[in-house]
């Protein structure tokens, strides 16, 4: 029997909450006990355990998802399910005009990234494995407190607020208290947390002439030199496959269209906006395609936002000489852009695991090829 | 045999106007349907698209309300729920004009009527004779000839769905074909749409059609233009639209590649009468066909395949048949796509006068609906009248009717200037476009 793991109405959250990690992925098997997603609220990271065993069999929600009490995040059953999840026909091909069957078949009207997926089942509770909420064990674990010396308010189990009494109660160091804090968003906590995997990197720099970028700007005003860069590197990363790769420790799967990131600095924190198979693209649409997801980013929605291989940064509108780009896991590279007098400077920084040094530079020089002499980029 | 002074076969919008108009100016009216009446526009053609827009538009309000975060939560719906809502509106329409022929004493004969001569049709194996016939057949759906094409499936089946498609790849990029990717895509469909022209909507003002496009993009429609469908495939119950320039997967295809006018089984070289090589029925400017008594209206005589077309129509043969020589004027023609958001247009396009246009975003109204668009008048350069009109945003299909009286009287600035809009209403950029307008 498959059972749904749907988001609890934990207490002390309010209503919504974001979806920060996935700790597990489809066929993966889990037992009682083991933290499949965390979440995060105004107020804490919830990790949200599994309260069976068995295979998870589908996901619903994706990381930077909002969800809410009752939302279904993923279900869990044995491995026929799973192989009947694996099994289940891709989709009813264009079914004949009979209405087969009489149930009604509700979904949700927001866009799957926005809400449930799916008719929420009455809503399973979370049960309590251990004698402690899973948030209470987690905030016992950080706060460094043996859970076994907490005695549960509600003489049942332990609940985060008895942690937190508990912690109250032993004596601590006294903390200087900090002067003046800038408070931070969720999504940046959510989005500091993606940046923690470090990524040693080396770094090549060209200076190209910008001649070629002006002539083409002065048909298409819409395309800015980061497009055109962008539309360079799409090119580029059809030459270097590494440059469609992932770094997934160790795997590198690779796309086959060259998908760009490109650095959108948003409200509470730096998020890469994909343009996906920019190598079909001109710039006028590359151009396009990055006015949209700056909207759509703008707005909140964040379905253009996912890891890409190469990410580019604009820094065109500072006085700078170079931008050295961060390389945020899996992607590979990054790309700073600066301008100056009649040149278009970029800044690459390569993940020195999966591009060898010598490669870096090549990329580096083909580029400065491209963007000099954009006719390379058709062959 | 029964004798009538008019014989109409089809009873859609021309057949039963034709119908009503000359029952009620007295003449003896017999009409054939072999389907249901309303034809293609109320059973499978205007209405029921519009129903479906209407509910995808709805969503899509819920959505920005969600967003906007004035909805908390936005509920569930059901696809088959909505598609089952259609049936009840259209037995409404239908069994309405059922009920104005009865009362015209016009008479309604069921089945398939063919030409056995000139005056004569065969109905049910019954004879029936006429000093005057209206063909009114309307049209269908093509089938465009690719290998595969079998698994498409047209207009009429995709009213029919009973499972909403997640994937749907939609042949034509016409009217049809767009009002279908508007409303899949508000349901939650992945749509795509595949044009063989460069463009969509070629002949409507660019400014407009571009602006309807980036709206649909938005909308995460995606329509490819220039793109020839080489063959379909079926692996595995998914099909693979095979085009010029890649593959596209689909749970289900739908072809809206144009119609073709329906002749067949009328036996109409028994009347004397050969179709076109297109199929369609030839007529002169009142609508007359080869043979004098005979006329043509409707979707069967080609031209704007539209159901307002085929009521102007209808009027003018009637009025021909009883005597008052009437010519065919199409000039003030609406054509409305009822996208999300929709584009209406009559008249020309500023290919051929003076633009002027004024954004929604300058309009009270639009902005406290939170709508977009942009409307485009056209004035000749010499005459100064307005010539034409395009609207792309909310309401459109409404605004156009009167935009439609001001290039039928072709208003000038003046006359504009002097018009009175009420406040706020969309159909003050009317007039803002117009007053707009340099010369
Ligand atoms: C999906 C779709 C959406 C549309 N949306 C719009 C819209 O929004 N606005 C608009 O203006 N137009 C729209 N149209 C076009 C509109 O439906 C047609 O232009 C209109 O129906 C044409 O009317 P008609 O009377 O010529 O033919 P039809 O409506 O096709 O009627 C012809 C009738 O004749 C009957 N018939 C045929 N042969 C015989 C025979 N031998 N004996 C007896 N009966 C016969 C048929 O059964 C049919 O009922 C749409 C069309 C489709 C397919």
């Known amino acids: 029997m498959v059972k749904k793991v749907v988001m609890p109405a934990a207490g002390q959250t309010t209503d919504i909450a974001t979806v920060t990690k996935l700790m597990v992925s489809v066929g993966d098997s889990v037992k009682k006990g083991d933290v499949l997603l965390e979440v995060e609220t ?21 990381e930077f998802d909002q969800v809410d009490a ?62 402690a909420m899973p948030n209470a064990k987690k905030l016992a674990s950080e706060l460094g407190i043996d859970l076994d010396k907490i005695m549960p308010s509600n003489g049942e189990f332990i609940k985060a607020c008895d ?50 970028y002006s002539k083409l700007a002065e048909k298409s005003p819409a395309v800015s030199p980061v497009h055109y860069v962008m539309m360079a590197l799409s090119r580029l990363a059809q030459r270097y496959p590494i440059l469609r790769a992932l770094n997934d420790g160790g795997k590198l799967p690779l796309s086959e269209g060259s998908d760009i990131g490109l650095a959108v600095f948003a409200e509470n924190g730096t998020v890469t906006s994909v343009v996906e198979s920019a190598e079909k693209l001109g710039a006028n649409a590359i151009a396009e ?55 278009v400077a970029v800044s690459g920084s390569f993940d020195i695991r999966v591009i060898e040094g010598n490669v870096g530079a090549s990329i580096m020089s083909d580029l400065r090829d491209f963007i000099e002499n954009p006719v390379l980029m058709l062959i | 045999m029964k004798s009538f002074e008019l014989i109409i076969i089809g009873g859609g919008p021309g057949g039963y106007t034709a119908a009503l108009a000359a029952a009620r100016a007295g003449k003896r009216v017999c009409l054939f349907e072999k389907d249901s009446l309303g034809g293609t526009c109320l059973n499978v053609g205007c209405i029921p698209t519009k129903y479906l827009l209407d509910r995808a538009n709805a969503l899509e309000k819920i959505r920005s309300m969600t967003e906007e ?26 069994s309405g004009i059922a009920s104005m022929l009865r009362s015209a004493k016009a008479e309604v004969v069921r089945g398939t009527a063919s030409f056995k001569n000139a005056n004569t049709v065969v109905c049910n194996g019954e004879e029936y004779s006429a000093g005057d016939v209206i063909i009114a057949t309307g049209s269908s759906a093509i089938k465009l000839p690719f290998p595969g094409s079998e698994y498409c499936i047209d207009s009429t089946a995709a009213l029919s769905l009973t499972k909403l498609p997640k994937k749907l790849c939609i042949i034509g990029g016409g009217v049809i074909g767009l009002e279908f990717a508007s409303a899949f895509s508000a349901f939650g469909s992945d749509v795509t749409v595949i044009e063989m022209m460069d463009s ?53 295809v739908i072809s809206a590649a144009g119609r073709r006018a329906n002749t067949e089984g009328l036996a109409l070289e028994n009347a004397g009468i050969t179709p076109e090589k297109n199929g369609t029925v030839a007529v002169n400017e009142y609508l007359e066909t080869k043979i004098p008594h005979i006329y043509a209206i409707g979707d069967v005589i080609g031209g704007y395949m539209l159901a307002h077309a ?55 109204f639009a ?27 909310a309401a459109a299909p409404e605004m156009i009717a009167a935009a439609s009286i001001a290039v039928e009287r072709g208003y000038t600035q003046d006359d504009w200037r002097a018009l009175t809009v009420a406040h706020p209403s969309l159909s003050e950029t009317l007039r803002e476009a117009a007053l707009s307008v340099k010369f």
């Open chain 1, 289 to 343: 395609a990055c006015e949209k997801n700056l909207t759509l980013v703008a707005k909140g929605d964040l379905s253009s936002v996912r890891p890409c291989p190469v990410s580019v940064y604009d820094a065109t509108g500072y006085k700078v000489d170079s931008f050295t780009a961060p390389v945020c896991a899996p992607g590979v590279a990054a790309f700073g852009i600066t301008l100056g007098e009649g040149r």
């Open chain 1, 42 to 62: 105004d107020k804490a990271v919830l990790p949200i355990e599994s309260f069976a065993r068995g295979f998870v069999t589908e996901i619903y929600v994706n």
């Open chain 1, 163 to 212: 942690v937190r009494a508990a912690a109250e109660n032993i004596k601590k160091p006294e903390i200087a208290p900090a002067e003046d804090v800038i408070p931070t968003a969720r999504m940046r906590n959510t989005l500091s947390r993606r940046w923690e995997a470090f990524v040693p990197t080396f770094g090549v720099s060209v200076t190209c002439s910008d001649e070629a």
């Open chain 2, 200 to 252: 969509i909507l070629p002949r409507e003002e660019k400014s407009a059609v571009d602006l309807l496009v980036r709206s649909l993009t938005a909308k995460g429609i995606k329509i490819k233009c220039s793109v020839k469908v080489e063959s379909v495939e079926k692996i595995e119950g998914i099909y693979t639209v095979r085009t010029s320039s890649g593959n596209i997967d689909a749970d289900c």
């Open chain 2, 69 to 94: 975060g004035v909805l908390r939560g936005a509920g569930e719906y059901s696809f088959k729920r909505v598609m089952r809502g259609k049936a009840p509106i259209i037995e409404k329409l239908t």
């Open chain 2, 310 to 364: 085929a009521y102007a129509e209808a009027e003018v043969a009637v009025s021909n048949i009883l005597g008052n020589k009437k010519e065919l004027d199409h000039r003030i023609m609406p054509r409305c796509v009822y996208t999300i958001p929709p584009l209406a247009a009559v008249g020309v396009t500023s290919e051929n006068g003076a633009l002027g246009r004024f954004d929604y975003r300058g309009n009270g």
């Open chain 1, 70 to 131: 009752g939302t279904l995040l993923l279900a869990i059953g044995d491995a026929a399910d799973l192989e009947a999840a694996k099994n289940k026909p891709a989709e009813a091909p264009a079914p004949a005009v009979e209405d087969d069957d009489d149930e009604d078949d509700f979904v949700p009207v927001m866009p799957k990234s926005e809400s449930a997926p799916a008719p929420a089942p009455a809503p399973v509770k979370v049960s309590v494995s251990g004698k």
């Open chain 2, 367 to 393: 902005v406290a609906e939170g709508e977009s668009g942009c409307v485009f008048a056209v004035m000749d350069r010499e005459t100064k009248r307005t010539v034409g009109f395009t609207v792309v945003g």
